[in-house]
């Protein structure tokens, strides 16, 4: 059995008062504290508290512990998968995946911790050096989403606590067990109390109180860009560090030089992994006129192949919805996009299985006023847009307020180059549905957000320069 209390100063604490539903067949998993402010500021006065030590132990010691993290989540990652499933409904397949995949940021950053280094810089005068020193900002809060409750924990918490900072975390209401079993972990593995905090209860409280708190220095939130937004300005006023990683609208196009089948196993993957839960998620699938009819049925062959059910049945690749405002949101977007003239090609029902399952759906003739192409769906819904040119195909891509990831499909190298140059993302995958790794820069422009987490550029985001002359030396 996890830990289902909330983890303050290396204590366990807090009444089990809030149901976690299983999306899948409605039935409570489990049972996390209702904390507040009070708590809030009590978790983040233990990480100031436990700043000095942690910030000045040898990285090479914060190495360890962080490489004894990645091997307590690897030991369980099947548990750890099962609770995954359990709280957020995604098949068992993806939540191993997600498990392996989080786990990858911890082992990552368990080397990056050694790997902090400064510069010198050629002085502006003879007896004068200039040294400029990477140092820890100092208490850092996370705040991560439902649809990805253990990778986005591991991708903002290890960086941090690689670079010296120490942790106050609430996870997303949905889905706290995955976290406090992280944490849990943690604890195992020696991190030592006040490192990492984490805090379950009421999401607005908790947010306010570490955005207004002069000692938390970041704030790293993975969620909607309507409360980035709202995050961002609540730290104006302690000029908090902020990092966003906020919605998409992700562009995903098929030039008529691409290799068709591929293309539409990528959209397969792009558009319905996580049933369409993902910031990355192919939203919008532009085909160029050629190759839209052989396309559009080689994705609904594809499509035809996915089975949904609870996810922890065999063979369900397509698990239910986080909860009824998301089943809502997709039923408003086909409404919209019907009304308006698209064609569902296959799906475009609640599926039997009642409650939060719908059926993974695609359709065509969709044009880009719909609310399904202005909006991100966060749902099984893939839309088909047909265009004629490059020009035509950007200039619709870029058409959104947001830009956190983009795909393409052809073959041409002058193309793949320009429009990989001209997509307003801050991620592009070509001819690949892929993105997602620890070591490449996860993040968006535009509205999806700001910095960058994972790989080497991840750990910046909880560092300060500090730049020191020594003077009088003479020569
Ligand atoms: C996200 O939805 O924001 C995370 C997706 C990923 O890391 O692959």
């Known amino acids: 059995m996890w830990k289902t209390q909330c983890l303050i100063d290396g204590a366990w604490l807090g009444e089990p008062v809030d149901a976690i539903d299983d999306p899948a067949t409605g039935e409570i998993v489990g049972h996390v504290p209702r904390l507040g402010a ?24 914060r190495s360890r512990l962080l490489r004894s993290w990645f091997d307590l989540i690897l030991q369980q990652r099947q548990e750890l998968a099962a609770l995954l499933t359990a709280e957020q409904g995604k098949p068992l397949a993806e939540a191993l995946a997600e498990i392996d995949y989080a786990a990858s940021f911890v082992e990552y950053y368990a080397d990056e911790a ?20 990477k140092q820890p900002i100092g208490v850092c809060a996370a705040i991560t989403p439902w649809n990805f409750p253990a990778a986005m924990v591991t991708r903002k918490v290890a960086p941090a606590l690689a670079a010296g900072c120490t942790v106050v975390l609430k996870p997303a209401p949905e889905t ?6 992280l944490a849990e972990l943690a604890v195992r593995a020696g991190l030592p109390a ?33 409360v980035g937004k709202l995050l961002m300005r609540q730290c104006a006023d302690t000029v908090k560090r902020v990092s966003l990683e906020l919605g998409g609208n992700a562009p995903f196009i098929v030039f008529d030089d691409a290799d068709v089948a591929a293309a539409a196993d990528g959209a397969v993957a792009a558009k319905f992994r996580n049933m369409g839960q993902t910031c990355i998620c192919a939203n919008r699938l532009f085909v160029q006129e050629r190759v839209h009819d052989e396309f559009v049925a080689a994705l609904i062959e594809r499509v035809g192949r996915l089975r949904v059910g609870d996810g922890r049945e065999a063979g369900v690749t397509q698990g239910p919805l986080i ?5 809502t949101k997709v039923e408003e977007h ?21 409650r939060t399952f719908f059926e993974p759906t695609v359709l065509e003739g969709v044009t880009p006023e719909m609310r399904i192409c202005r909006e991100e769906t966060f749902g099984p819904l893939a839309p088909v ?7 035509e195909a950007l200039t619709l891509a870029n058409s959104v307020s947001t830009g956190l990831a983009g795909y ?26 892929a993105l997602s790794n620890e070591a490449a820069p996860f993040g968006g422009v535009k509205e999806s957000g700001l910095g960058r987490e994972g790989g080497r550029h991840g750990i910046e985001e909880f560092l300060e320069l500090k730049y020191v002359v020594l003077g009088g030396l003479g020569g």
């Open 323 to 327: 909860n009824a405002a998301a089943v």
């Open 194 to 226: 006040g490192t990492l905090n984490v805090i379950t209860g009421d999401a607005a409280a908790i947010g306010r109180a570490w955005c207004e708190d002069v000692r938390v220095r970041s704030l790293s939130f993975t969620g909607s860009t309507e």
């Open 408 to 433: 393409f499909y052809g073959r041409d190298i002058g193309r793949v180059i320009r429009v990989a140059e001209r997509l307003q993302v801050g991620m592009v995958g070509v001819n690949t549905p």
């Open 38 to 61: 009070v708590e809030a500021f009590a978790a983040a006065a233990a990480a100031d508290r436990a700043f000095r030590d942690w910030s000045g132990m040898l990285a090479k010691d």
């Open 334 to 354: 086909l409404a919209d996009a019907v009304k308006h003239g698209a064609r569902i090609r296959c799906g475009g029902q609640h599926h039997p299985l009642g």
């Open 176 to 181: 706290p067990l995955s976290a406090l079993a």
């Open 385 to 391: 847009i047909m265009f004629s040119s490059e020009e």
């Open 114 to 133: 050694r790997r902090v280094y400064g510069e010198t810089i050629p002085s502006h005068r003879t007896d004068a050096r200039i040294l400029v020193w």
